[in-house]
């Protein structure tokens, strides 16, 4: 027998212990975040799209954010002498 719930996807809608797990995090960061939630009935969901964003935006580990971020001046706003 088939579980109720089972999906061979990923519903675009989510509650939000399955919002964390989707992300890799927990509850009660995913709701620190202040993520936008649907609202569909009397339910609070989280949209996939919003978490896709949320996730594209962080930065990658070794990846510079700006042209002068390893540098004296990027890094404390001062020319290297």
Known sequence: MMARHAFAFTPRL???????????????TLRSLNLPRR???GKRLYDVLALDQYADALTVEGEETTPEANTCRGKFGRRAS
């Open 39 to 41: 609202i569909l009935g």
């Open 14 to 28: 989510l509650p939000a212990a399955k919002a964390a797990a989707y992300l890799g995090i927990s509850e009660s």
